[in-house]
């Protein structure tokens, strides 16, 4: 999947977990309703639920803005002139790992193919040599180039406006939740729903570092 389609799955992934989220604090009279089935646990389950759902989110937010940075960069024009010298120098390991495989080849030993008892046409292995080494140089550019794009990216900056979307949105949920009969809006709640969401974009993380350094 391109970047371009992931970044836009994020966005509606996003659009959708908030819809989530409003949709649960639409309801009238929720804690009387859970308290009768959880009791004394109640409490601690509900803010259990908020942190999960505002740690999504979070996580959702800095994915977007995420890919959203990544696609930026690579259509800006420094981005461009970058990725044309890494083309070139590419294009340079392809012409030697293809001059290796005609050097390495066998240009008298010829294979062919029985396909349904008849004989193919005559192929050389180091005309798949020098396909697999093109291949292969294009693969190792491509994936050059999607590493170049991340790793230029401030990371630290974009989990940070990710937590203050989160909490905005969380401003936003205690808000329209004071409309709701049998619900209320405080400012507990809204600490309870940044602290979900710190604790989502501290997961994701330091799993991309744990990743990154293997």
Known sequence: MTKERQFKLCLLLSAVWMLVIFCFS?????GRITEDYLGGAN?????FAHMFEFAVLAILYYRSLLLGACLALQKSPDYSANNSASNCATNSASN?????ADYSGDSSGEKSLE????????????????ETAKNAAASISVRASGRASV????HLKLAILALFMAIAY???????QSFVPGRSATLS????????SLIGLLLIWFGSRGRSAR
Request: charged fraction near 20%.
């Open 189 to 196: 709640d809204v600490m309870v729903d940044a602290s979900g």
């Open 26 to 30: 639409h309801q009238a009279n929720s």
């Open 151 to 154: 790793s230029s990216v401030n």
């Open 115 to 130: 396909i349904e008892g008849e004989f193919s046409t005559q192929i050389s292995p180091k005309i798949a040599n020098k």
């Open 96 to 100: 030697a790992a293809t001059n290796a």
């Open 170 to 176: 969380a401003l936003c949920d205690e808000w329209h």
């Open 43 to 47: 409490v601690p389950v509900r803010k």
